[in-house]
């Protein structure tokens, strides 16, 4: 493993005492132990032939739920302050499930890693659908059920992952499970979604929690070119990823036209609205890459893994003159910076502390410097964020091992551990002694 020849020559900027150094995961994507939990939505999906690219699923995955304790010493041994893991709602539902998450809340404990569980990142228990107003209140109870078994053990919470993605990878385009191509009529999951996250707010702090966010994914839209039409699609596109999930979360209301689309009478949403813009204590930011779009151009549209209708009232273009991660996706450290101080600019007082939740890439090999340079770029991005006044307390690595990358199955390698999906067995690769040199030193 290399660690101090993997470390790029300049030195890195000082962040804060206190800062927040951690790396994620989710559980559909590592525990695999899929016989000792109830089936998700993710099961059915990955069982229709040609859903995941390799035709592999998530049963096994990298057997964190047998493996945890090496997982942890992997985590203790890289340095990090705190660790993302989320809690699966299928295994809550089974009999002792949650008996395995206060195993790993221990673990972590014992090791001096903070855990900061997400409590719905994508794997919906078979049965429930986010297009039923009912799965909010449903989802809320199950918080309550994790709250009052972790909550002397866990401070810091996440309600959801990145319901902008759910919706319209899940719901609108049929990509991810539950594998619905519903469009505009895929809104009503974004809703529900968004109530289920003011009303898990709600339930944590009443199981006396003070520590509570949610990691929604963002990125900045780069309008194709100064065309008006351009202009335009690239606003909706904004909007409809970017604001639609941010502004009723951090403003109580949705951008202009938006609510109307929403399930319910006027004042039904506006009723939910209080619930979801219930304040936060801080604000998880998922961040990958910007995303150029335009006019939309009467074709499908092959973009990152995913086929775009015609019908799509935008078209996502290329940004060209960047490196491309194995996924295809731009590297664009500044867009981070961007992003960043956009969101100070629009949500000013109403923004409460960021974490970046998420960031990271695909790259193959343990040798793996084009991701000591994506994550070296982002963290200076960050950092000059906050140079630029916004208050930033964490940064997140996505992710802590390779694991089952949704439709693209286990092509796709985003850990700063590899895993021999073959063996489980774990390898450090260099970009986890860069992080860990970056963490002990960034303190
Ligand atoms: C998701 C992760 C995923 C990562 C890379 C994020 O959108 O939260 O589950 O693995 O991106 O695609």
């Known amino acids: 493993m290399a660690t101090d020849d993997a470390m790029p020559a300049r030195p890195m900027p000082r962040f804060p005492d206190g800062f927040l150094w951690g790396v994620s995961t989710s559980a559909h994507q590592i525990e695999g132990a899929a016989g000792l939990r109830g089936p998700s939505v993710w099961d059915a999906f990955t069982a229709e032939p040609g859903r995941v690219k390799d035709g592999s699923t998530a049963d096994v995955a990298c057997d964190h739920y047998h493996r945890y304790r090496e997982d942890v010493a992997l985590l203790a041994d890289l340095g990090v302050d705190a660790y993302r893991f989320s809690v699966s709602w299928p295994r809550v539902d089974s009999p002792g499930g949650l008996d395995f998450y206060d195993r790993l809340v221990d673990a972590l404990c014992a090791a001096g890693v903070r855990p900061v569980p997400t409590l719905f990142h994508w794997d919906l228990p078979a049965g429930l659908?986010?297009?039923?107003?009912?799965?909010?209140?449903?989802?809320?109870?199950?918080?309550?059920?994790?709250?009052?078994?972790?909550?002397?053990?866990?401070?810091?919470?996440?309600?959801?992952?990145?319901?902008?993605?759910?919706?319209?990878?899940?719901?609108?385009?049929?990509?991810?499970?539950?594998?619905?191509?519903?469009?505009?009529d895929a809104l009503p999951a974004a809703h529900h979604q968004l109530l289920a996250h003011g009303l898990a707010v709600r339930a944590l702090r009443a199981a006396g929690a003070a520590d509570v966010g949610i990691a929604n994914s963002h990125g900045p839209t780069w309008p194709a070119s100064n065309d008006p039409a351009d202009r335009e699609a690239a606003e909706f596109y904004d909007l409809l990823l970017n604001r639609m999930f941010a502004d009723p979360v951090l403003t109580g209301r949705y951008p202009e036209g938006l609510g109307d689309l929403m399930p319910g009478s006027p004042g039904e949403v506006a009723a939910d609205l209080e619930i979801i813009g219930e304040p936060l204590d801080w604000y998880g930011v998922n961040y990958y890459a910007p995303t150029r779009v335009g006019a939309p151009q009467g074709a499908e549209i092959e973009?990152?893994?995913?086929?775009?209708?015609?019908?799509?009232?935008?078209?996502?273009?290329?940004?060209?003159?960047?490196?491309?991660?194995?996924?295809?996706?731009?590297?664009?450290?500044?867009?981070?910076?961007?992003?960043l101080t956009g969101f100070r600019d629009r949500y000013g007082d109403r923004l409460p502390p960021v974490v970046i939740t998420e960031n990271g890439c695909s790259y193959e090999g343990l040798d793996d410097r084009d991701r000591i340079a994506y994550l070296d770029g982002h963290v200076r991005a960050l950092h000059r964020a906050m140079e630029a006044g916004v208050d930033v307390r964490g940064y997140f690595v996505w992710s802590l091992l390779d694991n089952f990358e949704w439709a693209e199955g286990y092509a796709r390698r985003f850990g700063l551990v590899h895993v021999d999906f073959t063996t489980l067995e774990r390898t450090p690769k260099a970009s986890y002694g860069w992080f860990r040199d970056l963490v002990?030193?960034?303190r």
């Open 129 to 184: 659908d986010w297009l039923e107003r009912d799965t909010a209140a449903r989802f809320a109870e199950y918080v309550s059920v994790v709250a009052g078994r972790l909550g002397d053990r866990v401070g810091k919470w996440i309600t959801l992952n990145e319901p902008a993605e759910h919706t319209l990878l899940g719901h609108a385009l049929g990509v991810h499970a539950p594998g619905r191509k519903l469009l505009f």
């Open 303 to 339: 973009f990152g893994g995913v086929t775009l209708p015609a019908e799509l009232p935008f078209s996502v273009r290329e940004i060209e003159g960047r490196p491309l991660t194995d996924f295809g996706w731009p590297v664009v450290p500044e867009g981070l910076t961007e992003l």
């Open 440 to 442: 002990r030193h960034g």
